[in-house]
Nanobody
């Protein structure tokens, strides 16, 4: 089981970025996948998740980023996305994806497997 977040980088305030979570060794469609972030000196923050497709693939987005962040998946590519719009300097953090290890899991997810993160820096 491997998860790898990618797509991070430097973006200006107000800009957009889409992160990808690539799954290998398993079919991500069968599991809830969650996104988290951790900023320097701060606790890890849950951003939301997407349920396994067998549970209608519904999404949950945390109130702190609701309206700006969207979670989706492409089952044909075994990818889960985190679309981030209207980015702010306070969105600067390392972003991680994680899998709820229960087959057929739904949101809220209980993360059991974590991927390596990707750094997002929002700065002018």
């Amino acid at each position: 089981v491997q998860l790898q977040a990618s797509g991070g980088g430097l973006v200006q305030p107000g800009g957009s970025l889409t992160l990808s979570c690539a799954a290998s060794g398993f079919t991500s469609a069968y599991y809830a996948i969650a996104w988290f972030r951790q900023a320097p000196g701060k606790e890890r923050e849950g951003l939301g998740c997407i349920s396994g497709s067998e549970n209608d693939g519904s999404t949950y987005v945390a109130g702190s980023v609701k309206g700006r962040f969207t979670i989706s998946r492409d089952n044909s590519k075994n990818l889960v996305y985190l679309q981030m719009n209207s980015l702010k300097p306070e969105d600067t953090a390392i972003y991680y994806c994680a899998r709820d290890n229960r087959v057929g899991s739904s949101c809220p997810a209980s993360p059991g497997s974590w991927g390596q993160g990707t750094l997002v820096t929002v700065s002018s």
